[in-house]
């Protein structure tokens, strides 16, 4: 397929106090070229740290046209940020609809080979876990086991077809996310990734994975926690169980 039938594309980037973060990020982002021309979502939970305050600046001085900030009251969780960032990209007529994390640990200079791969698929992964892939060197054994563990144990449980299910780098094509039940979607926190990518396999989609290497993020603390850990494991029975007739 051409790159047009990938345009008009946006980033969806949810925040929380990532105020060092965004600069270099988006400077990164607006520097690549061999991609479809592309927009950037800022989905901000009301951060006290004055992120929502900088998008607004930064859209009108450096980026008008290309950088959007969408405003929530308050912290809601990941999934709710995404939700509403996907459901104001499908009001405006974006094709494509990526999503990734402002700290860094997601790299700008895998876009080119993930909008390439999603010439012949539906969703595209950045993937920690396939031949190329990789995760920062330095994290405690504890981490790393963990994280695949999590990723083990969610291809078991739903029969996904996948090495990285919790990822959050991804690439969509509009038309297969405006299938999903996005207002059955359950999981605010990581599990949100799961259950995503849960419903695109059970529709069918031509889900690609790309390898990334995962650093750990240059500035600010990291959101994942223990009740977010909880959450995944339990959620991914829920998924089972909610989902196991859909689609009719």
């Known amino acids: 397929m051409p790159a047009s039938s990938l345009e008009p594309a946006i980033i969806v ?24 021309a592309f927009h950037v979502l800022v989905v901000d939970d009301n951060s006290p740290d004055g992120t929502g305050q900088w998008v607004t600046q930064a859209a009108r001085e450096r980026y008008p046209g290309r950088l959007h900030l969408l405003t929530r009251p308050g912290k809601q969780g990941l999934g709710r940020a995404y939700r509403a960032g996907f459901r104001w990209a499908f009001e405006r ?3 494509t609809i990526g999503q990734m994390d402002a700290d860094f640990s997601h790299q700008p200079r895998y876009l080119p080979a993930m ?9 595209v992964l950045g993937s920690r876990y396939v031949p190329g892939g990789g995760v920062e060197q330095a994290w405690p054994w504890w981490r790393k086991a963990l994280s695949r563990w999590g990723n083990f144990y969610a291809r078991i449980i739903l029969g996904l077809p996948v090495r990285d299910a919790t990822g959050g780098y991804r690439l969509w094509r509009a038309s297969l996310l405006q299938q999903l039940p996005l207002d059955q979607v359950a999981a605010v926190g990581y599990a949100f990734q799961i259950e995503m990518v849960y419903l695109a396999y059970r529709l069918g989609a031509r889900i690609r994975e790309v390898p990334i290497y995962f650093p750990d993020r240059k500035a600010g603390r990291s959101k994942f926690s223990l009740g977010i850990q909880i959450e995944a494991a339990w959620r991914v029975w829920w998924m089972r169980w909610h989902y196991r007739g859909w689609p009719r």
């Open 13 to 36: 980037i949810p925040t929380y106090n990532e105020r060092q973060n965004l600069p270099p990020l988006l400077e990164a982002l607006f520097a690549l070229d061999q991609v479809p």
């Open 93 to 95: 007529g974006y094709a």
């Open 115 to 123: 909008f390439a791969a999603l010439h012949d698929a539906d969703l």
